[in-house]
DNA sequence: TACGATTTGAAAACAAATTTCAATTTCAAT
DNA sequence: ATTGAAATTGAAATTTGTTTTCAAATCGTA
């Protein structure tokens, strides 16, 4: 199991969070981060990537999408997006934001029984340039 | 890559999906179907397991959800849910057939340009039990 | 039945994620 | 500043889930 919390800063952490902190709507994949860190020259592991954006999952500073390909995305929590959006084509990932996420949810719960988790939910299907429009 | 269609009836095909017929409201996975139909007697290999519930999600007639673990689960596909549901806490999957889905996907479309796959789509949460009330 | 096309299945290949563990780093207490 | 216990790192190994390979078996049509 993954560790959970993390007590002690370190460059290598900082450096993760930051790098997602700077792409507030992207969904980045961990190879994606980890290369973009070693290429802007901070020495990290790919482990420790992991690691960081898990822990970052699990505390809630970060969302995980699974996109189609099996390969987990984060994303910043700070933003305002309320829903996750990922192509089965393309396999990007993009940010809701849309005032009927709330409104949906809550008709799920009062009229179904059910609460809707937007964090853990993925809505998948095609995006604006997938559609071929 | 998988391939999408087949043209041949076999016995392996044929007893993968009326293993998922017999299940229709639990989400299995791979294994799961593998184990039953071995201990059941029928000789199957994983992979053609693998394929065959592949190629029944890409042709609709069964639904693929991608579990919170990393494993592929699927359903056979039912005939009137709009949505699908599963629970975080019991894995447990439901049903949901609401009206607001097709309005909501349709106005996920025509306001922010995504065409959301409701059949591809797991709405995840809690359940009514779950939520302990 | 005979034939070409499709499917099977065991094993190998693959890919993503996790774990291992010794070396390093952090931070609080001196 | 120095110490040392606890946490973190990272390269490599391992695990886990899935896909591919390819020769053999099976399917369905002629």
Known sequence: MAETQRKYK????????????ERPDSY????????ALVAAGSRVGRSTVYRKLESMASEG???KATAPGGEA?????SSSATGQ???LA???????????????????????????DP???VLYGLCESCRGV
Chains 1, 2 share one sequence.
């Open 10 to 21: 370190t460059k290598q952490g900082e450096a993760v969070s930051a790098y997602l902190a």
């Open 28 to 35: 980045l994949s961990v190879d994606e981060v980890w290369s």
């Open 61 to 63: 500073s970060a969302l």
């Open 73 to 77: 995305r984060y994303r910043i929590a």
């Open 85 to 87: 959006l990922v192509c």
């Open 90 to 116: 393309c396999g990007r990932a993009f940010a809701l934001d849309c005032h009927m996420v709330e409104e949906f949810s809550d008709h799920v719960l009062s009229h179904h029984g059910f609460r809707i």
């Open 119 to 121: 964090a853990r939910t």
